[in-house]
């Protein structure tokens, strides 16, 4: 099969995996998304940075994904060069200090603090996802977020250069569920966490609670990207959600999902507009029930 311009030119220049035309469906946990120019595995930073360049000297767009757990995609397809980062997997221990780069999943990390009986990452128990995507939108629980274990991140600021660039936990700028890596569109390639000496038995049960609970009230089995909206503040946007009376509605195969209010499950079928016409419907309900405006916590991608 001959590759288009765009496909070709990022194949002679990366050593990672290139597909042509890839449906993003396939990528995110929504299991919608049309195809994409192109999707590359960069093996490692100085192979990101070399896609990056050539999108820009194609003058085609970037978009970095990770595990693909909170974005909506639109079901025409984008004409993007999309980053998937879970070729870049690398993990490295010392003591409390965990270095992993961008691709590795949050179940991993939390894995093997668990085995070696470091606790600080029991809130990532039940979180999907991968590292670079959890930092750059501080992912988190009411137990805790990213910010309260990264101190280091490397990241590709794409817009100047593009160039590779170490920040410190102030630098990244951390607030609930953003960042100023996601306000400024910058690139995680890797991020450098602290975690300290625990019991290991206290560490298990503090993620065996936090799975049930999740398992408990959080729909598990069809697909959705998380939480919807944020937590306006002093809020619950489940709370919200479900006084207005729009759990369980649907709009095509999305659906309110009846056991949590703030997730938008995909029945069967859904597409990305079904998706956005209950995100708009929620937000108008809300909004004349309560004057709140919610905002969307998930990547809406157009
Ligand atoms: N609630 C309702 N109806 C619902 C859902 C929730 O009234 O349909 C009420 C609950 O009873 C509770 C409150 O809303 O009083 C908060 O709900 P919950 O405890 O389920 O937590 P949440 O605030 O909705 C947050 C995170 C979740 C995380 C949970 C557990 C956000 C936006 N969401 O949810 O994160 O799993 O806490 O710690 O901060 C995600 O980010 O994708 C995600 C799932």
């Known amino acids: ?22 449906q993003l469906a396939k990528h995110t946990s929504f299991r919608i998304g049309g195809p994409a120019l192109a999707l590359v595995y960069p093996l490692d930073v100085e192979d990101a940075v070399s896609v990056i360049e050539a999108a820009r000297s194609l003058g085609t767009r970037v978009i970095v994904l990770g595990h693909g757990t909170n974005v909506l995609f639109p079901d025409e ?18 003591g409390g200090q965990v270095w992993a780069q961008a691709g590795v999943s949050l179940s991993k990390i939390l894995e093997d603090a668990m085995r070696r009986g470091m606790s600080g990452a029991e809130f990532m128990a039940g979180i999907p996802g991968s590292l670079g995507g959890a930092v750059a939108m501080n992912a988190g629980t009411r137990a805790g977020d990213m910010a309260s274990v990264v101190s280091q991140v490397t990241v590709i600021e794409s817009s100047a250069g593009p160039r590779v660039t170490h920040l410190d936990a102030r630098q ?28 290991a038995s206290e560490i298990k049960q503090r993620v065996d609670e936090a799975l049930e609970s999740r398992r408990r009230t959080q729909p598990t089995r069809l697909p959705s990207a998380g939480s919807v909206f944020k937590n306006p503040p002093g809020q619950a946007a489940g709370r919200l959600i479900e006084e207005a009376g729009l759990k369980g509605i649907s709009r095509g195969g999305a659906q309110v999902s009846p056991v949590h209010a703030n997730f938008i499950v995909n ?26 405006t919610l905002e969307t916590e998930i990547k809406i991608v157009r």
């Open 1 to 22: 099969m001959t590759l288009s311009p765009t496909a070709e030119a990022i194949r002679k220049i990366v050593r990672g995996k290139v597909l042509e035309r890839e």
């Open 172 to 199: 990244a700028g951390f607030r609930y569920r953003g960042s100023r890596i996601l306000d400024e569109g910058m690139i995680v390639t890797d991020a450098t966490m602290e975690f300290s000496l625990g019991e």
């Open 77 to 94: 397809g984008i004409d993007a060069v999309i980053i998937k980062t879970t070729m870049m997997d690398g993990m490295k221990t010392s």
């Open 267 to 292: 029945t069967g079928g859904a597409t990305a507009v079904d998706v956005l016409a209950l995100v708009e419907e929620i937000r108008l309900r809300v909004k004349e029930l309560t004057g709140i």
